[in-house]
């Protein structure tokens, strides 16, 4: 009987440290994280994938998009964007997008915040610089509708796009 005594206590004792684990980690070291999928169509053909991910640490907020095209104009053409703005209190603080074709660089920029002014860079040359802050961009557009919203930032592109709400859910710019 006393045996049977002590593995129990042995089993409780596991399972609090399991219990005391999970804790810690979901205090310290999870990030909570909204993933979501859409397919690229082209003529009525799904042509590739845009992954967005949302990442949430403190007053941090990362969005990482990603879109794959495989297609075939003349030749196969295989796009791939990447796109990664992170926010600090619901501001923009840095972005950065890469595309490239077929394997090779097309174009990059980045969006940089100094003090309430951003840089922008394309192709690793400064073109402009914006006066701040930039509360929304596209990126955003995969988990925020822009209600109330006019223009988002393109981080492709370093400037404003006018957006309005045709119907329920589509926007055009």
């Known amino acids: 009987m006393h045996g049977l005594e002590a593995s129990q206590q042995l089993a409780m004792k596991r399972q609090i440290i399991y219990i005391q684990l999970c804790l810690l980690l979901s205090l310290f070291g999870a990030k909570p994280i909204e993933e979501i999928r859409f397919d690229v169509i082209h003529n009525g053909k799904a042509v590739g994938e845009l992954r967005a991910v949302k990442t949430v ?14 297609t075939k104009i003349i030749t196969p053409v295989r796009l791939s964007m990447k796109i990664q703005s992170t926010y600090k209190s619901n501001e923009l603080d840095f972005s950065k997008v890469d595309i490239t074709v077929n394997s090779r660089r097309y174009s990059a920029s980045t969006t940089k915040r100094v003090g309430n002014k951003y840089l922008f860079y394309k192709n690793d040359k400064l073109e402009s610089t914006l006066n701040g802050p930039i509360k929304y961009s ?3 557009m995969m988990f925020n509708e822009p209600s109330g919203v006019s223009a988002a930032y393109s981080e492709e ?6 957006i309005e709400k045709s119907v329920a859910n ?4």
């Open 170 to 173: 589509v926007y055009e710019k």
């Open 57 to 70: 640490d403190g007053v941090q907020t990362t969005y990482s998009n990603t879109t794959e095209i495989k």
């Open 157 to 162: 592109g370093g400037g404003f796009h006018l």
């Open 138 to 140: 596209a990126a955003l």
